[in-house]
């Protein structure tokens, strides 16, 4: 009998523990997921408000105030917001393609062969891995002053370019991993069969790997739509892509949140869309494949 | 298969394409760095080291290195601990979590420009987004953006919310990768959640925590865009004048290329130091040989 409550009374009490400890979990969990939700939906709100209202700390549409789609109709009507989502479009989806390509020759390379006359694989990697540690303005101000020579300053050719080598080792790093993750017996029949080097990567080591590809092409044109100082020195009126146009707003604008939160639901919009569909490749995308997901 | 002579042309663009790309450029800024060249300039004369020995007597210069650091010293950490935190709690057996992932994934695709655009509109200091919420529990507004030392605080946390789904979500994948057995065999052994976590979890994630560091170190220390745009250039005043901040000033405002040049290579010398050590660390989880 004693026994029995003994027992009793230590699983009531470590179902209490276990109570009380997935309480506080579920509202740590619950405070930093509103924390983080907290800026987006500020933003929003604050882009279906009446002018007046944007200085005001409502924050439920339709019981604080009143919405409005004035904001939105007059945004998607003017010209600039589409130049600049188009100048972002064409130079993230080039460079995000270049730098796929490029990256998975050396990937391939890597994954499959020894190098050992110059340099080592292990040296090649890090040489790529060295090339992240690189700070943007470094290259920025040099970068410059090449398209200025080359007389292409403000086209996207310009900024397709540097996207293109700044972002390549991602792919190079990832599509190493991928192409190591094959079974190899499938190329070596297929060369035993006569398959040249060539078809091989082309025809059979790509298309296996094309879901590392589609994820890593849409990371980067996630990364080349983001990003902002190279885009920002080498652009100025024609090619100016959306980060860019929305951070001169910053001073055309002054106190119009309604234009601003707009303009940065616009710009965030498409990168996070696409960052929740390669869910599933985001973690070895950002680690370069240091960390499996 | 081992010695072909294919293999090279496999490697030949990629790295063709970044020498081009990244080291001809550098290679010809070096050059510019020697020299007094300015924009619009017709010719440059050779000025020898003085490029780089002006910024050690450019109180500036040495503001923007500590800014630098400062971020670096405080957003690392925090970021890191956050991190590893809500990994920890999302590691336990809990609903939502798929749910969560999906919400903390948002900032990591969020432009920091369109965070900075953002944070006009929450930081406002005039009421609306912050400090209209503190207005109405009554407490004090701050000056998010116009104080010095608030600033500084607007910058990390700004950070914060951008990179801390970075480190959560990474920790998180290193912990549902650790062997499952290890862990089962030290509870049967009456091992405390503490000891579990201290003796084991812990040495097994070292790996994980620094890749983490690495890249949260690497992109801390480019710092530019919250500064930039949100605080208008690194205000107030200098208080959040980053290293980026401060070359992109000197070479694209005052047109000093061949000052901003050396500048820059300073800075690349500061960054190989800080990254070589923890880049051989790191190195051999990207190897796997």
Redesign the interface.
């Known amino acids: 009998m004693s026994e029995n409550k003994k027992r009793a009374t230590r699983t009531n009490r470590t179902s209490v523990k276990k109570l009380v400890t997935?309480a506080a979990?579920?509202i740590?969990?619950a405070i930093?997921?509103a924390?983080?939700?907290?800026?987006?939906y500020?933003?929003f709100i604050?882009s279906i408000k009446m002018q007046a209202d944007?200085?005001?700390?409502k924050f439920l549409p339709f019981f604080q105030f009143e919405p409005t789609l004035r904001g939105w109709i007059g945004q998607l009507q003017a010209a600039e917001n589409f130049k600049a989502l188009l100048n972002s479009t064409i130079i993230g989806v080039s460079s995000a393609a270049l730098a796929t390509f490029?990256?998975s020759?050396?990937g391939?390379?890597?994954a499959?062969?020894?190098?050992r006359r110059f340099f080592k694989?292990?040296d090649?990697?890090?040489w790529?891995?060295?090339?992240?540690?690189?700070?943007?303005?470094?290259?920025?101000?040099?970068?410059?002053?090449?398209m200025l020579n080359l007389g292409v300053i403000d086209t996207h050719p310009a900024v397709i370019?540097?996207h293109?080598?700044?972002f390549?080792p991602y792919a190079?790093?990832v599509t190493r991993d991928a192409f190591?993750s094959l079974p190899i017996e499938i190329e070596?029949s297929a060369?035993i069969d006569g398959c040249s080097?060539?078809q091989l990567?082309f025809r059979i080591a790509l298309p296996l790997i094309a879901p590392a590809l589609a994820a890593i092409y849409i990371i980067i044109f996630?990364f080349s739509?983001?990003e902002?100082?190279f885009a920002y020195?080498l652009t100025n009126k024609v090619a100016v892509t959306?980060?860019?146009y929305?951070?001169g707003?910053?001073t055309t604008v002054g106190?119009l949140?309604d234009v601003?939160?707009v303009?940065?639901i616009i710009?965030?919009l498409p990168?996070?869309i696409?960052?929740?569909l390669v869910?599933r490749y985001?973690?070895s995308g950002?680690?370069?494949?240091?960390?499996?997901? | 298969m081992r010695h072909e002579r294919i293999k090279y042309l496999f490697l030949l663009p990629p790295v063709a394409y970044v020498l081009a790309l990244v080291l001809f450029p550098l290679g010809s800024a070096i050059a510019t760095s020697f020299t007094d060249a300015r924009f619009g300039a017709i010719e440059s004369r050779f000025v020898g080291l003085r490029n780089y020995i002006t910024p050690f007597n450019d109180y500036r210069f040495y503001n923007s290195v500590y800014v630098t650091l400062l971020f670096v010293g405080l957003i690392v950490p925090l970021e890191l601990g956050l991190g590893l935190l809500l990994a920890l709690l999302m590691n336990r057996d809990i609903r939502g979590r798929g749910l969560i992932r999906i919400i903390l994934t948002v900032p990591l695709f969020v432009s920091p420009i369109a965070f900075a655009l953002m944070g006009q509109v929450i930081f406002y200091e005039g009421g609306g987004g912050i400090n209209g919420i503190l207005k109405d529990l009554g407490l004090p507004a701050l000056r998010w953006r116009s104080h010095p030392q608030t600033a500084i605080f607007t910058v990390v946390l700004a950070d914060i919310w951008m990179w801390t789904p970075f480190a959560f979500l990474i920790i998180l994948a290193g912990l549902q990768s650790l062997p499952k057995y290890l862990l089962e065999a030290a509870k049967v052994d009456g091992a405390s959640s503490a000891q579990l976590f201290r003796h084991i979890t812990l040495p097994l994630l070292i790996p994980t925590l620094l890749t983490v560091l690495f890249f949260r170190i690497v992109d801390t220390l480019r710092l530019f865009e919250i500064p930039f745009t949100l605080l208008g250039g690194g205000g107030p005043g200098i208080t959040t004048e980053t290293l980026t901040v401060n070359i992109y000033k000197v070479g694209f405002r005052g047109f000093f290329f061949g000052q901003a040049a050396a500048m820059s290579f300073i800075y690349l010398g500061l960054v190989t130091v800080i990254m070589s050590l923890l880049l051989y660390r790191v190195r051999k989880y990207y190897v796997g040989e």
Do not use: C
Request: cysteine-free.
């Open positions: 997935d979990t579920y740590i969990i930093f997921a924390l983080f939700l907290f800026p987006i500020w933003t604050t944007t200085f005001t700390s490029l990256g020759m050396a391939y390379g890597l499959r062969f020894n190098f694989n292990a090649i990697i890090s790529f891995l060295s090339l992240r540690i690189m700070p943007p303005i470094a290259l920025a101000l040099p970068f410059y002053a090449l370019l540097i293109t080598a700044f390549m190079v790093l190591k070596e060369l080097r060539h990567f996630a739509w983001n902002f100082l020195v959306m980060p860019v929305i951070a707003t910053v106190v949140f601003l939160s303009r940065a710009t965030i990168p996070v696409i960052g929740l869910q985001i973690i950002l680690t370069m494949g240091a960390v499996k997901g």
